[in-house]
């Protein structure tokens, strides 16, 4: 069964700082991985997703994460936060012919000036 | 091109009662996703439709129910409300095929049980 545990409920950083949020999957075959964010009132937007090919991914927003087979992981990086950037994550996993999408429970960002 | 539309935004209703949610997907998605969105669970899968087919269903009582119309827009019903229903309710559609499921979703619809 797939699943998916993200490390850190709440995250802060200062405005300029590196911002990492953690994710490590299960999943009994080759997973696609994904990263959502969630603004306040709204639906979630698709970040970045890994199929296959190139581990490393960018996504909009200059946002970027690695897909480390060995180590079971998807981090989400940006290297430097904006104030814009305040919001909730959630690291997603599903499997080819299998289109069920399993959500972690959210990592909340949040920007400090 | 029109993103995932649901309606309506914002409801309430009272234990007991019964309640229908909309979602328009986006077109030629042909698979919706509903996901029930609260803060003690996160987001938890309910059911997904492809071409009015249930695939997947995710561990909810028999109270939840959906179904998909052959233009691809989808309902979902909950009957006899409880408090812990109270929650935003997520819809999502892609394209439903081979290869990665992407979701989009919609801005959801938040549920109030009184």
């Known amino acids: 069964a797939q699943s998916v545990t993200q490390l850190g409920s709440h995250v802060s950083v200062s405005e300029g700082a590196l911002v990492l949020l953690r994710c490590n999957y299960s999943?009994?075959?080759?997973?696609?991985l994904f990263w959502y964010v969630q603004y306040p009132n709204q639906g979630l937007q698709l970040l970045l997703k890994?199929?296959?090919?190139?581990?490393l991914v960018k996504g909009i927003n200059g946002f970027e994460a690695e897909f480390k087979k060995s180590e079971t992981s998807f981090h989400l990086t940006k290297p430097s936060a904006h104030m814009s950037d305040a919001a909730e994550y959630f690291c997603?996993?599903?499997?080819?012919?299998?289109?069920?999408?399993?959500f972690g429970t959210g990592t909340k960002l949040q920007v400090i000036p | 091109k029109a993103g995932v539309t649901q309606t309506p935004r914002y409801l309430i209703k009272t234990r007991g009662q019964q309640v229908t949610l909309s979602c328009s997907p986006i077109?030629?998605?042909?698979?919706v996703s509903w996901y029930q969105q609260t803060p003690g669970q996160g987001l938890q899968f309910l059911f997904e439709?492809?071409?009015?087919?249930?695939?997947n269903k995710g561990n909810f009582p028999g109270r939840f129910s959906g179904r998909q119309f052959s233009n691809s827009r989808s309902e979902m019903n909950v009957s006899t409300l409880e408090l812990g229903d109270s929650a935003l309710y997520l819809c999502?559609?892609?394209?439903?095929?081979?290869?990665?499921?992407?979701?989009?979703f919609g801005a959801g619809s938040r549920l109030t049980v009184l």
């Open positions: 890994y199929t296959t090919g190139a581990t």
């Open positions: 997603a996993v599903s499997e080819e012919g299998y289109q069920k999408v399993t």
């Open positions: 439709y492809f071409s009015e087919t249930q695939r």
């Open positions: 077109s030629g998605h042909r698979s």
């Open positions: 999943s009994s075959v080759p997973p696609y």
């Open positions: 999502a559609s892609s394209r439903g095929g081979s290869g990665a499921n992407v979701l989009t």
